[in-house]
């Protein structure tokens, strides 16, 4: 398999790997995700055991913004916290943010059980309670996004605030090109993965390395699996805002329908705002997917959709 190949089956696989990181590959430079100065401002740390998967989990941020609620930050398919790199740091500035590794990510356990986005939407709210937060905001980024929504669609009373990262509602908006790389990726992957920032992070994170083929394989069946959320958007009772790169994976016309859905782009706002929707749409310039987590411009972009606070 050669290197175009597999830069192109990595993609849609790792669903939020930074572009230069897969230029990058097989060379000797360190995973650009292992970023040991994030995992040391960690003010807390550990494992929180949520329908048989140990979650492992950081706590950033001593909540600086006066009446900031905590953050939630979910990451993308094959990565882990500290692939959000300074945006990470910068959403701690003004606020705590609770860091968690996805399911057989980073330092996660894989378990016995399929990768379902519905399931760990649950566990997050598992997550959340053990740690003793009762209400939150959410972010999630890719993967991290499908997880974010299902938090929010099945534990509302939880999320103030949503804001969901490049990531859809349906598998009908990606690219038609990219349904079947999605569908290659598996456990035969595994050897030609070596060198990439995936495979890398997750031999040096990971409580069980043996298991990466294992992961593909778990990975693979989700994103065959199709999906449409659609209905469930009326769900997201909390303000929401989605955030899109230019040259994103996803489709312009499936972003503007997933602000339709959530009630925005149906009429002019008005010269007062009268007529502004409750939800927002950020589509940021000269991004891709894969930049998404480290572009400059996401946490402030978020921030102040975050910090503004709810009417009485």
Do not use: C
């Amino acid at each position: 398999m050669n290197s175009t190949t597999l830069q192109l089956l990595a993609a849609p696989l790792a669903l939020a790997i930074a572009a230069p990181a897969l230029a990058a590959e097989k060379t000797s430079a360190p995973s650009p995700w292992l970023n040991s100065r994030i995992t040391q401002s960690a003010l807390k740390s550990g494992h929180v055991t949520a329908n048989g998967v140990s979650y492992y989990y950081q706590v950033h941020g001593k909540g600086g913004r006066r009446q900031a609620e905590p953050l939630l930050l979910l990451h993308g398919g094959l990565g882990q916290i500290e692939m959000f790199g300074p945006n990470l740091t910068a959403l701690a500035k003004g606020r705590q943010v609770i860091g968690v590794d996805l399911q057989g990510h980073g330092r996660s356990s894989l378990g016995d059980r399929e990768i379902s986005l519905v399931d760990m939407g649950d566990d997050m709210a598992t997550v959340l309670k053990s740690l003793g937060y009762s209400k939150v905001d959410v972010m999630g980024y890719s993967m991290g996004g499908g997880v974010a929504f299902q938090l929010a669609a099945q534990h509302p009373e939880m999320v103030r605030r949503l804001v969901l990262v490049s990531a859809g509602f349906s598998q009908d908006g990606f690219y038609p090109e990219m349904l079947p790389m999605q569908a290659a990726v598996g456990a035969a992957m595994a050897e030609q993965m070596k060198g990439t920032p995936m495979y890398e992070s997750y031999m040096a994170l990971s409580p069980r390395p043996q298991d990466f083929p294992k992961l593909l394989d778990r990975m693979g069946a989700l994103m065959r699996k199709p999906y449409d959320w659609s209905g469930d958007v009326k769900k997201l009772t909390m303000p929401t805002l989605l955030v899109f790169g230019d040259s994103d994976m996803f489709r312009p016309e499936h972003m503007v329908k997933f602000y339709e859905l959530l009630g925005g782009g149906l009429k002019d706002a008005g010269w007062q705002r009268e007529h502004m929707a409750r939800n927002r749409l950020a589509i940021l310039p000269d991004v891709t997917h894969y930049e998404m987590g480290l572009a400059p411009a996401l946490a402030a972009t978020v921030i102040p959709f975050l910090d503004k606070a709810e009417k009485k």
